[in-house]
């Protein structure tokens, strides 16, 4: 029988967990710190992702094993090559009903070591749901489950905390001040054979494989000057909820305050990249907002490159949005194919005197 970990042991933990700032890391560091504590075979943390409106799939966020380093699937992997919702009706059960999950493998078909699986629902409200998933040779006592559930009650308290911290309330996207560090991950030189992804995915440029595009509503003023502010707010709702729908899940979605949005893309060449926020564009053009019916976005957007900072990349891309205004708004532009072209100088400091809003 698995014993319960001194109490000592699991306020070290939980010491360690709630030091986390970087959200990625923080399932990881449980999937690890619950491992230390109990004497298993393995433990992992696992997310839900996809839309509601669509099949969801499991992604391993954090997978610790007796003896080996702690993993978890890339973030940019592939939602096709992840097991569904329902491959696994023990982590289906736990999120549904938000209660622990048992299970026993057949004896016959199943490895002696992880031969009975424990579920336990992550106590969360902001963010993805998952679970905790312990596989064990012996069933864990409700003696051993005990402190492991208080851990995963102070997790849950920590990381909506950390989620609410780090999105904006209105919309739910993530928010300016998380933008930076997210930026400077995406602008770190990473090894070629890293930057090529899932059969199926993009392929990443040789820069870094990151794109950032400025998203700005058309006209937002005489939304608001016409409608009103509660209809305004309606409108940011809905285009953050298009984002969502025409991005993919490891895309990196903001919102930078009144009507401007930042999008962090990853992987692909100039051509995709344009695809990816033309797609967006058209969804918004389609989408029958109510009272207004029809908004639009105008679009800039740029490669980034190793040496940028956060504002020198941010500005390029937001001076193609300032062009695609002075082009006639609804439309996505590349900074790069404006300088290549001869619309922009790279001396420009700014498009003009033209009134673009």
């Given at each position: 029988?698995?014993?319960?970990?001194?109490?000592t042991?699991?306020?070290?933990?939980?010491?360690?967990?709630?030091?986390?700032?970087?959200?990625?890391?923080?399932?990881?560091?449980?999937?690890q710190g619950?491992l230390?504590?109990?004497?298993?075979t393995?433990?992992?943390?696992?997310?839900?992702?996809g839309?509601?409106?669509?099949?969801r799939?499991?992604l391993c966020?954090?997978?610790?094993?007796q003896?080996a380093?702690?993993?978890?699937?890339?973030?940019?992997?592939?939602?096709?090559?992840?097991?569904?919702?329902?491959?696994?009706?023990?982590?289906?059960?736990?999120?549904?009903?938000?209660?622990?999950?048992?299970g026993?493998l057949?004896?016959?078909?199943?490895?002696?070591?992880?031969?009975?699986?424990?579920?336990?629902?992550?106590?969360?409200e902001?963010?993805?749901?998952?679970?905790?998933?312990?596989?064990?040779?012996?069933?864990?006592?409700p003696?051993?489950?005990?402190?492991?559930?208080t851990l995963?009650?102070?997790?849950?308290?920590?990381q909506?905390?950390?989620?609410t911290?780090?999105r904006?309330?209105?919309?739910?996207?993530?928010?300016?001040q998380?933008?930076?560090?997210?930026?400077?991950?995406?602008?770190m030189?990473?090894?070629a054979?890293?930057?090529?992804l899932?059969?199926g995915?993009r392929?990443?440029?040789?820069?870094?494989?990151?794109?950032?595009?400025?998203?700005?509503?058309?006209?937002?003023k005489?939304?608001?000057?016409?409608?009103?502010?509660l209809?305004?707010?309606e409108?940011?709702v809905l285009?953050?909820?298009i984002?969502?729908?025409?991005?993919?899940?490891?895309?990196r979605?903001?919102?930078?305050g009144?009507?401007?949005?930042?999008?962090?893309?990853?992987?692909?060449?100039?051509?995709?990249?344009?695809?990816a926020?033309?797609?967006?564009?058209?969804?918004?053009?389609?989408y029958p907002?109510p009272?207004?019916k029809?908004?639009?976005?105008?679009?800039?957007?740029?490669?980034v490159?190793?040496?940028?900072?956060?504002?020198?990349?941010?500005?390029?891309?937001?001076?193609?949005?300032?062009?695609?205004?002075?082009?006639?708004?609804?439309?996505?532009?590349?900074?790069?194919?404006?300088?290549?072209?001869?619309?922009?100088?790279?001396?420009?400091?700014?498009i003009?005197?033209?009134?673009?809003?």
């Amino acid at each position: 029988m698995v014993v319960p970990p001194p109490v000592t042991d699991a306020i070290t933990h939980l010491a360690v967990l709630t030091a986390q700032r970087d959200r990625e890391l923080l399932d990881v560091s449980l999937a690890q710190g619950v491992l230390d504590l109990l004497s298993v075979t393995s433990v992992g943390v696992y997310r839900l992702i996809g839309c509601e409106d669509e099949p969801r799939h499991w992604l391993c966020s954090g997978l610790a094993r007796q003896g080996a380093l702690t993993v978890s699937d890339p973030a940019w992997v592939a939602l096709d090559t992840l097991p569904l919702l329902e491959a696994y009706p023990l982590r289906q059960s736990a999120v549904a009903s938000r209660l622990l999950q048992h299970g026993e493998l057949d004896a016959g078909s199943a490895d002696a070591a992880m031969r009975f699986v424990t579920v336990l629902p992550l106590q969360v409200e902001v963010g993805q749901p998952g679970v905790l998933e312990i596989c064990s040779a012996q069933p864990l006592t409700p003696e051993a489950l005990r402190p492991i559930q208080t851990l995963l009650k102070v997790f849950g308290n920590f990381q909506n905390l950390l989620e609410t911290s780090q999105r904006d309330a209105l919309t739910g996207l993530l928010n300016r001040q998380t933008f930076d560090a997210a930026f400077f991950k995406a602008s770190m030189p990473v090894a070629a054979d890293s930057l090529l992804l899932d059969q199926g995915e993009r392929r990443a440029s040789a820069a870094t494989g990151y794109w950032i595009g400025v998203v700005d509503i058309d006209h937002f003023k005489l939304v608001n000057d016409g409608f009103g502010h509660l209809i305004g707010d309606e409108v940011l709702v809905l285009l953050a909820r298009i984002m969502r729908q025409s991005f993919r899940h490891y895309d990196r979605l903001y919102r930078f305050g009144g009507e401007e949005f930042v999008v962090l893309l990853r992987g692909g060449d100039a051509a995709d990249a344009q695809r990816a926020f033309d797609r967006f564009r058209v969804n918004v053009e389609q989408y029958p907002f109510p009272q207004i019916k029809t908004v639009t976005v105008s679009v800039g957007f740029t490669e980034v490159q190793h040496k940028d900072t956060p504002s020198v990349a941010f500005s390029r891309a937001d001076r193609g949005v300032y062009v695609a205004k002075a082009q006639g708004r609804n439309r996505v532009l590349f900074f790069e194919s404006l300088l290549s072209t001869g619309v922009l100088k790279t001396e420009d400091a700014h498009i003009g005197d033209v009134e673009l809003f």
